[in-house]
């Protein structure tokens, strides 16, 4: 059997070059000290605290799977599906 990884791979990644559909309030995150944990339970490694204390997104690596948003205190992240047609496609089960 693959790993995960492996078996993400399959994956086809169609990403929205025009409108991200994750956004991080970096004043309340910095003040609820969100990053770390956006690190610690994104399965995808979409975001990274910065040098400068701000949190990073790679969008277009998301999984959709909202564990994020869960996570997250409320205030800190806007985030809702891409547009049709964009985003991630799953090839495996």
Not at 4 to 11: G, S
Not at 64 to 80: D, K, Q, R, Y
């Amino acid at each position: 059997m693959e790993s995960v990884t492996e078996r993400l791979a399959h994956d086809r990644f169609e990403p929205d070059a025009e409108q991200s559909h994750i956004e991080v309030n970096q004043e309340a995150a910095a003040r609820l000290c969100v990053g770390p944990l956006l690190e610690r339970i994104c399965p995808a490694h979409v975001y990274s605290v910065r040098a400068d204390g701000t949190i990073g997104v790679i969008y277009e690596a998301c999984l959709e799977c909202g564990t994020c948003l869960a996570m997250a205190p409320p205030g800190t992240l806007s985030w809702h599906y891409p547009r049709g047609g964009t985003g991630v496609e799953f090839r495996e089960g």
